[in-house]
């Protein structure tokens, strides 16, 4: 069999595996709950039950198990919410199984016991024997007729002891549960409320069809004559146990839908992930050891192969799903039907969805019932995890405290106001946002250029660059101004709110009328209609650009975060959903707007600032004075920054600019957009450093150090291995973009090294040092690319983006040294150490190249990637380790920015 027809069959298997993964998870999560609905309207199963009117000697004797740890805190309200449940008087008993606490418990209890009301006894052991023991303990010295299992963390409805005891009048009944509700507006609470209420319909739903093989351990009832002793020794559910011991004595499980107990989730995933590995393991615990105890009904067996076994499995399901859908994005054109690559696609941004969540939830957001599906996830993680702990050989016997939250008012009393940030800290969100935001758009780019020719990116490109050139016009230099202001920050955004907004108003009517000219001037008629869709973008923007600045002036990348991903998720799922169904060009254009209009609304509902309709005149004055030279700064940049693009919409052609801006998408990607990610940081960091020079200058070298040992070696590598990078993750007709790539990674390189002296130069309050640079860099570049297209095309562009940019980094030594006195050897000592282990890394990789080329290009990067990464690791930690020691105890101990008085207030 040939390698194409191995290869088809792959592809067919790849496709078989993730269909029959979906199809499993379908039928666990949707499939069943939809039959046992069914099932259970079909037999409903009723059966009698002791009611209100009947006498109080007639309902049966409780004996309330409390098993407790350590629970000194929680005991006392445990035992208050129990004596005062509305069940008959003298009908009830309250036994603490507690197991060796050392916090008072004991102590607690006692106190309790001789406080008068329902009858409450202690039994304890000095030395912990586990859960599993304590209640076995405890149910043989019970003496009533039906068992009440519970904790002591939660707490129940007044009436949940009456209808937990009301289905025993059933002579088939024999475990009653309850179920559970956790406070959704704290901890983890959000997600796991959400995910409780799905599991108490399931629960009703097999409990209505005959009976439910879930059991709560927080509120759960048991006939006496039904109990049999938990295996003590080994890590077991004893809720799970004590339900499937039911089954198979022949009686039923139900469910009491009014018998509800409530508590607060774990503080944090951490907490919540301990507690549910743990859980898993002693769930397979169970399983293996219930059969046991008898056979159960074909019926609990089918609900238990659904409900216990393929349900806590379901995380291996679904990363089989996810591995092989992202595996079919990749497929060839022709293996694949589009509404499957379609699907594929959906599951990736789903994905990354729910990741952006748990990021969001990590950086201490509450997203409420948002964070359902990051809970989910992670519920069925730590099954599986749980299950090969099992496998391994169970876990600890003797069960451990998780945190729990702290009650909402409690919380919110303890909220500190505005933190100081920290440079690493906020560099560590930030580039968190890049990861989960730059990498979705460049995985949109990647799947687009399979599907869309490169004139539709040229097109687009041209589109966009305008529409980005008058919004930095319509900010007026006042973002920059509001974070570089020190006393007025609030009055500083409302006025960088109501003048951005007025003018971006303002720009996108005249943009309407523009579109037409630059559609003429381009020689293309399409892009005023383009242009003309995209001007509403500017009002979006406008309306979300202050609150993004005064998160950013906070520090606060984390908050930033959701925004950012929302953006990017938005931005390319639509794009591609679009292209799919045929859309072209367009579908980038709508993509952008999607993209802009959901970051403007999760920036309202996140930052917490709000627009006042007043002006303070007095920052106006101060606002326009330092803004005037970031205006023309501003302004110009990006000029200039998308002169290129012009210039080959202008002078070449479409395709040639397709070509050109996916090949400047890469190391945008890796290089500039790691640096714009790292300026969102120090630039409000070098702010608070403005009267202190000599940690200002530090701090600049440091930044210089360490951005040339993340950039330097990315640069290289790009340039070396351009073949590979492109057709690897482009495809085989974008080969024009190798040489282009190999020429803006030395350009991006350049960059690197002086990229944060600007922020240096607007810290000290030294604008206008930019602003008269910016006037050199308008004379050398566009002759440099209007030349370059003329004798070189889209190559000849790139060299007079590198000639510009080396001509320029010259310049910025020579003005470093002159307002921040930091000479040229300073820096030179600074970037050494990258550049000696690039320089090496970059031979190595030529000298492999020959033996490489003839391989196809996904197994060149595997090959040459580690390689290269091997050497350049290698070669800093023999030649400078005092530098790898000392970014490592930078990371470990973050240093504390200078903050400005009004952030700590």
């Known amino acids: 069999m040939s390698g194409s027809a191995w290869a088809a069959w792959a592809w067919r298997g790849d496709l078989a595996v993730w269909a029959a993964a979906w199809l499993t998870l379908g039928l666990v ?86 406080a008068g009301g329902a009858p409450v006894r202690r039994l304890s052991l000095r030395a912990r024997a586990g859960k599993a023991a304590a209640l076995n303990r405890a149910a043989a010295a019970a003496t009533g007729e039906v068992l009440i299992f519970t904790d002591a963390n939660n707490s129940f409805a007044p009436g949940a002891l009456r209808h937990l005891a009301a289905p025993f009048a059933d002579a088939t009944v024999g475990a009653v549960t309850g179920l559970k509700a956790v406070d959704a507006a704290v901890g983890v609470g959000g997600g796991e409320s959400l995910y409780w209420r799905y599991e108490s319909r399931l629960t009703l739903w097999e409990s209505a069809a005959g009976g439910t093989v879930a059991a ?90 659904f409900h216990q076994i393929l349900r806590p499995l379901s995380a291996l399901f679904l990363l089989a799903a996810l591995g092989c859908g992202l595996a079919l994005l990749a497929a ?141 016009l319509g900010t007026l230099g006042l973002t920059s101004a509001l974070i570089y202001e020190e006393k007025e920050w609030r009055a500083a955004a409302n006025i960088c709110f109501w003048v951005t907004l007025a003018t971006s108003g303002a720009e996108m009517v005249g943009a309407w009328f523009l579109a037409p000219v630059l559609g003429e001037f381009f020689h293309e008629p399409g892009l005023a209609a383009m242009i003309r869709s995209l001007a509403v973008v500017l009002v979006f923007i406008a309306l979300g650009n202050t609150h993004d600045f005064v998160l950013r002036r906070r520090l606060d990348f984390r908050t930033k975060l959701v925004p950012d991903l929302g953006q990017a998720a938005a931005k390319g799922g639509t794009s591609v959903v679009l292209a799919l169904l045929g859309f072209g060009a367009w579908s980038l254009i709508w993509g952008q707007v999607l993209g ?43 000029l200039l920054a998308n002169f290129d693009t012009l210039t080959i919409g202008r002078m070449l052609s479409d395709a040639w600019l397709g070509f050109y801006t996916l090949a400047f998408r890469i190391p945008e990607i890796a290089l500039v957009s790691v640096l714009n990610v790292i300026t969102r940081v120090v630039f409000p960091a070098f702010s608070r450093l403005q009267n202190d020079r000599p940690q200002l200058r530090a701090t600049l070298l440091d930044t210089m150090r360490y951005t040339a040992l993340l950039t330097l070696p990315v640069a290289a590598g790009l340039a070396v291995l351009a073949r590979g990078v492109v057709l690897g993750v482009y495809g085989p007709h974008w080969g024009p973009s190798i040489p282009v790539l190999r020429v803006l990674a030395i350009y991006c390189g350049v960059r690197c090294l002086i990229h944060h002296f600007g922020d240096g130069y607007k810290a000290i309050g030294r604008p206008d040092v ?71 890394m970059a031979t190595i990789l030529t000298m492999a190249l020959p033996w490489a080329n003839h391989w196809a290009p996904r197994l060149e990067l595997a090959a040459l990637v580690p390689l290269g990464a091997v050497v350049y690791l290698g070669m800093l930690w023999l030649r400078h380790p005092q530098v790898v020691r000392a970014a490592a105890g930078k990371l470990r101990r973050p240093q504390p920015a200078t903050a400005a008085p009004e952030m700590a207030a």
């Not at 003590?232 to 559910?237: A, D, I, K, R, S």
């Not at 009014?258 to 301990?274: L, T, Y």
């Not at 590995?277 to 192969?305: C, E, V």
């Open 332 to 472: 060839p054109g022709g293996v694949v039907g589009s509404g499957v690559r379609l699907l594929a696609l959906a599951e990736a941004v789903a994905g990354a969805a729910v990741l952006g969540v748990g990021l969001a939830h990590a950086a201490g957001m509450r997203l409420g019932r948002l964070e359902a599906p990051w809970f989910f996830c992670l519920a069925l993680a730590a099954a599986a995890a749980g299950w090969w702990q099992h496998r391994r050989g169970g876990g600890q016997v003797l069960w451990r405290r998780v945190a729990r939250a702290r009650p909402a008012q409690a919380m919110a009393d303890e909220i500190p106001g505005s933190s100081t940030g920290r440079i690493l800290s906020g560099l560590f969100w930030a580039a968190s946002s890049f990861v989960g935001g730059k990498l979705l758009v460049f995985a949109s780019v990647v799947i687009l250029a399979r599907i869309l020719a490169p004139q539709a990116f040229g097109e687009v490109a041209l589109a966009t660059t305008s529409i980005t050139v008058l919004e930095i």
């Open 216 to 305: 709560y351990g927080e509120a759960l009832a048991l006939r006496r004559e039904c109990f049999r002793g938990l295996p003590e020794g080994v890590l077991v559910n004893d809720d799970l146990c004590l339900a499937l011991g039911v089954w198979a004595q022949g009686m039923r499980v139900v469910a009491a839908p009014a018998a509800r107990s409530f508590e607060r989730g774990a503080a944090d995933m951490r907490a919540e992930w301990e507690r549910r590995r743990r859980m898993a393991a002693g769930h397979w615990q169970a399983l293996a050891g219930a059969r046991q105890w008898g056979r159960w009904p074909l019926t609990a067996g089918i609900k238990i192969w």
């Open 770 to 840: 930019l602003t008269r640079t910016t006037l050199c860099w308008w004379v050398m570049l566009p002759p440099c690319l209007i030349l370059g297209a003329h004798w070189g095309g889209i190559v000849g562009v790139a060299w007079g983006q590198v000639v510009t940019r080396v001509v320029m980094s010259l310049l910025h030594v020579y003005l470093i040294g002159k307002y921040l006195q930091i000479g040229a050897w300073a820096l030179l000592r600074a970037v050494a150490p990258a550049l000696e282990a690039t320089a090496v």
């Open 29 to 114: 999560w949707l499939g069943y709950p939809a039959v046992l609905a069914v099932w259970a309207r079909w037999r409903r199963r009723g059966g009698r039950g002791w009611h209100d009117d009947v006498p109080a000697a007639a309902w049966p004797f409780l004996s309330i198990i409390v098993a407790a740890h350590n629970e000194a805190e929680q005991i006392g309200g445990r035992i208050a919410n129990l004596r005062g449940q509305d069940y008959p008087a003298g009908r009830f008993e309250i036994l603490v199984a507690e197991d060796g606490s050392t916090d008072g418990t004991v102590a607690e209890v006692e106190r309790l016991a001789a």
């Open 596 to 638: 802009s209009f959901v970051v403007t609304v999760l920036l309202w509902r996140l930052s917490g600032w709000r627009p006042e309709r007043r002006v303070d005149r007095a920052v106006l004055r101060r606002m326009v004075d330092y803004a005037k030279h970031i205006y023309l700064l501003d302004g110009s940049s990006v």
